[in-house]
T-cell receptor, first 115, second 110 residues
Framework: EAGVAQSPRYKIIEKRQSVAFWCNPI?????LYWYQQILGQGPKLLIQ????????DSQLPKDRFSAERLKGVDSTLKIQPAKLEDSAVYLC?????????????FGNGTRLTVT | DQQVKQNSPSLSVQEGRISILNCDYT??????FLWYKKYPAEGPTFLISISSIKDKNEDGRFTVFLNKSAKHLSLHIVPSQPGDSAVYFC?????????WGAGTKLIIKP
């Protein structure tokens, strides 16, 4: 089974610029997550989709971050405009369903540096 | 407000010995706990989990213990192998949302 694909692997931008990340989950996985991981911390959930609907976006800074999952498959996460504190690894994960018996499968992440 | 804490940023263990990674939590409503393992430049991978109705779950060399009264769980790896060198994250499930600890870097010395 192919894993979760993310691109790009690395991105360097200046503050106030915009950036977009792409994620292709494992085929058949209904639930898709975007996490932000700052160095030395655990992943922090930004947004969770169930198929193409948003289940939880309570920790998404909606003034600058947006995400969509069209057709319930691929997803994009956008930051506009970026701030220095957005420097982090952005992880996409998917699971077959929500629930205890559906562990998350993570992609390798996108490392964002904002200068 | 850190609901899930991993107080040891790093741990060094001799190959072949037991590795014990610890995790404390504050919310008694957590009902499922998971451990993930992360290699550099890769995403975390699921390792083992435990429901709050159990106090132990074992999978090969990996055993997770849960002490609900102390709000503490631990991951035991026996025997430790070089490939176990990684960052280990403890996570707690609250209403299908995972709350993560900051991770412990495990180094297995040959």
């Amino acid at each position: 089974e192919a894993g979760v694909a993310q691109s790009p692997r690395y991105k360097i931008i200046e503050k106030r610029q915009s950036v977009a990340f792409w994620c292709n989950p494992i085929s058949g996985h209904a639930t898709l997550y975007w996490y932000q991981q700052i160095l030395g911390q655990g992943p922090k959930l930004l947004i969770q989709f169930q198929n193409n609907g948003v289940v939880d976006d309570s920790q998404l800074p909606k003034d600058r971050f947006s995400a969509e999952r069209l057709k319930g498959v691929d997803s994009t996460l956008k930051i506009q405009p970026a701030k220095l504190e957005d420097s982090a690894v952005y992880l996409c994960a998917s699971s077959f369903d929500r629930g205890y018996n559906s562990p998350l499968h993570f992609g390798n992440g996108t490392r964002l540096t904002v200068t | 407000d850190q609901q899930v804490k991993q107080n040891s940023p790093s741990l060094s263990v001799q190959e072949g010995r037991i590795s014990i990674l610890n995790c404390d939590y504050t919310n008694s409503m957590f009902d499922y706990f998971l451990w993930y393992k992360k290699y550099p430049a890769e995403g975390p991978t699921f390792l083992i989990s435990i429901s709050s109705i159990k106090d132990k779950n074992e999978d090969g060399r990996f055993t997770v213990f849960l002490n609900k009264s102390a709000k503490h769980l631990s991951l035991h790896i026996v025997p430790s192998q070089p490939g176990d060198s990684a960052v280990y994250f403890c996570a707690a499930d609250s209403n299908y949302q995972l709350i993560w600890g900051a991770g412990t870097k495990l180094i297995i010395k040959p």
